[in-house]
């Protein structure tokens, strides 16, 4: 089965530094999906970004990015520039290339400090 | 209107009670689902569909049961409810179509938060 680990339960950053949140997981598939999702305190689920493993490039989405490391299992989330408007949980997820189901971390709260 | 709308939003209930969890979505996706979130825990799966017929188990079904009336609706039952069935619960859909801007991504309701007394 997939895993997906978030190893930070918590993390915080000034506005308009940059944060990097981590992710890892474990799969032996080679085709898939990863995903950050936010949820804020509305506990609305939004995607943030997305990236296909097939794909070298790491996607980015204004001012998030990702470092995937196919390799390693990584998919790490950068947030340049950060606002309060940031301040959520941020969820990581794995999905297989059939698209099956979502596998998701269990979240990094973050907190976006004036 | 929201494209995945979950009733109810916030329910409080007793043990043993039966208790159903309704989605409806006007995306005409084929694929729906339903996660339930605990802190600490991430979100897991506890049943998928990807079409009228066909229903599978995830992660956590033990506990619940699904119906999916229509290809716009897909409902969650605990048929007993129990203390440890306290979470927030999500329905998911999906339109799983190869090489698209969406592939793979879900799109979420507001959640139902329930609460076993």
């Known amino acids: 089965a997939q895993t997906v680990t978030q190893s930070q339960p918590e993390m915080s950053v000034q506005e308009a530094e940059t944060v990097t949140l981590s992710c890892t997981y474990d799969?032996?598939?080679?085709?898939?999906?990863l995903f950050w999702y936010k949820q804020p305190p509305s506990r609305q689920m939004i995607l943030v970004i997305r990236?296909?493993?097939?794909?070298?490039q790491n996607a980015t989405e204004n001012r998030f990015s990702v470092n995937f490391q196919k390799a390693a299992k990584s998919f790490s989330l950068k947030i340049s520039d950060s606002q309060l408007g940031d301040t959520a949980m941020y969820f990581c997820a794995f999905m297989k290339g059939m698209g099956n189901d979502m596998r998701f971390g269990a979240g990094t709260r973050l907190t976006v400090k004036p | 209107d929201a494209d995945v709308t979950q009733t109810p939003r916030n329910r409080i209930t007793k043990t043993g009670k039966r208790i159903m969890l309704e989605c409806s979505q006007t995306?005409?996706?084929?694929?729906m689902y339903w996660y339930r979130q605990d802190p600490g825990l991430g979100l897991r799966l506890i049943y998928y569909s990807f079409d009228v017929k066909d229903i599978n188990k995830g992660e956590i079904s033990d506990g619940y049961s699904v119906s999916r009336q229509a290809q716009a609706k897909f409902s969650l039952s605990l048929e007993s409810a129990i203390p440890n069935q306290t979470a927030l619960y999500f329905c998911a859909t999906s339109d799983f179509q190869w090489g698209t801007a969406h592939t793979g991504e879900l799109f979420f309701g507001e959640g139902s938060r329930l609460t076993v007394l």
């Open positions: 995306k005409g996706h084929d694929r």
């Open positions: 990236q296909e493993a097939y794909k070298q």
């Open positions: 799969t032996s598939e080679s085709n898939y999906y």
